[in-house]
Nanobody, 126 residues
Framework: QVQLVESGGGLVQAGDSLRLSCAAS????????MGWFRRAPGKEREFVAA????????YYAASTKGRFTISRDNAKNTVYLQMNSLKPEDTAVYYC???????????????????WGQGTQVTVSS
């Protein structure tokens, strides 16, 4: 079992930065690929970024590549999402998710993830 708790969301202006954190419980975190997803009002959930269990592989959505950085600290059981140059269209509830795996495979589809956090709101004003 993995329990996930996101934090770090808030209200910022366009161009600002935020860093989201996702704290995970359980030793299995070290064998979990981790992903960030978001859901904007009236829209479907979309992939944001993902990282392999070792941190050696990362993937980004086209809309976030170059602005967002995903990282993890396995000693702290935490995954991060550094978001720079935020835009109003980044406004959404952001969720972290875990996929238990024993390889470097990194899922980018939401249905592949086994565990989800409760989400943290990010609002970017223009």
């Amino acid at each position: 079992q993995v329990q996930l708790v996101e934090s770090g969301g808030g209200l910022v202006q366009a161009g600002d930065s935020l860093r989201l954190s996702c704290a995970a419980s359980g030793r299995t975190f070290r064998r979990a690929a981790m992903g960030w997803f978001r859901r904007a009002p009236g829209k479907e959930r979309e992939f944001v970024a993902a990282i392999s269990w070792s941190g050696g592989s990362t993937y980004y959505a086209a809309s976030t590549k170059g602005r967002f950085t995903i990282s993890r600290d396995n000693a702290k059981n935490t995954v991060y999402l550094q978001m720079n140059s935020l835009k109003p269209e980044d406004t959404a509830v952001y969720y972290c998710a875990a996929h238990l795996i024993n390889s470097e495979y990194v899922p980018v589809q939401g249905y592949e993830y086994n565990y989800w956090g409760q989400g943290t709101q990010v609002t970017v004003s223009s």
